[in-house]
């Protein structure tokens, strides 16, 4: 599975960004999706997962409420919505791909990453 995110940039705090990170490869049903983020000095953190058929999603404590993790297997894409952004939501986020259920910090397959900063 490769994958490419997009949909960064620069955004005043309270404004609202939507990632996507297409993916391609065959078997891309077969895995979960979601995203991490890197914020400077930082280790990277989890911040949603979905499942391949979509029945499950999980969500940082940190984002809950605010972010929606969602995706479209017909177009091989996942998405993060991302609301009431907050200068700590500032990071670099990447996509990755996992055969868990959830996407975990071990994910065999992982986007560049894009970069979000949110001014205050």
């Known amino acids: 599975v490769q994958l490419q995110a997009s949909g960064g940039g620069l955004v005043q705090a309270g404004g609202s960004l939507r990632l996507s990170c297409a993916a391609s490869?065959?078997?891309?049903?077969?895995?979960?999706l979601g995203w991490f983020r890197q914020a400077p000095g930082k280790e990277r953190e989890f911040v949603a997962s979905?499942?391949?058929?979509?029945?499950?999603?999980s969500v940082a404590d940190s984002v809950k409420g605010r972010f929606t993790i969602s995706r479209d297997n017909a177009k091989k894409m996942v998405y993060l919505e991302m609301n009431s952004l907050k200068p700590e939501d500032t990071a670099v986020y990447y996509c990755?791909?996992?055969?868990?259920?959830?996407?975990?910090?071990?994910?065999?397959?992982w986007g560049q990453g894009t970069q979000v900063t949110v001014s205050s």
């Open positions: 490869g065959h078997t891309f049903t077969n895995y979960a």
């Open positions: 990755a791909a996992d055969r868990r259920m959830v996407v975990t910090s071990a994910a065999g397959y």
């Open positions: 979905i499942r391949w058929n979509s029945d499950y999603t």
